[in-house]
């Protein structure tokens, strides 16, 4: 028996798979020791971005495939999850072709801005658990313990 499939892509609206990939296809390491995920995955007009933790090290980064599922660019260390059941670290697309991920698992949790190539482009302390762009990228939303905070761009 093969690996099993960690992204099936499907037809709509029979929903019959048309292909699928597993951990190995999209994710390949230099050991067979080293196992990475991929945790969140978005999409804009032009790439699907996934965040991937390594479950060795911890490490999360944001890898950034086309409709292929071709891994077009391999992110950025990001952040440590501070503990190994640490498991989520969020993203939404900003400004058509850059990335906001929200790094809850860290000791310092952080806000980043990654750009279309997968560099990081602004990191700064701050917590939240989700984040999402308004309509009109004008504003951004982060949910955090005290509630919804807004944040004009």
């Given at each position: 028996m093969g690996e099993s499939p960690l992204i099936e892509h499907r037809s709509l609206p029979s929903f019959r798979t048309?292909?699928?990939y597993t951990r190995s296809q999209l994710l390949p390491t230099n050991s067979p020791s080293?196992?990475?995920i991929a945790r969140c995955i978005r999409t804009n007009d032009y790439s699907i971005a996934m965040t991937i933790r390594n479950l060795t090290t911890y490490?999360?980064?944001v890898d950034?495939?086309?409709f292929h599922m071709q891994r077009l660019f391999k992110g950025e260390i990001l952040g440590y999850a501070a503990y190994s059941n640490y498991w989520c670290c969020l993203l939404t697309s900003y400004r058509s072709s850059w990335w906001f991920v929200m790094n809850n698992t860290s000791e310092l949790e952080t806000l980043t801005l990654?750009?279309?190539q997968a560099h990081v482009r602004q990191q700064i302390e701050?917590?939240?658990y989700n984040i999402c762009v308004l309509q009109g990228e004008q504003r951004f939303v982060i949910k955090d313990q005290q509630g919804l905070a807004?944040?004009?761009i």
């Open positions: 048309i292909q699928t080293i196992i990475e490490e999360w980064r950034i495939f086309n990654i750009d279309k701050h917590e939240g807004i944040f004009r």
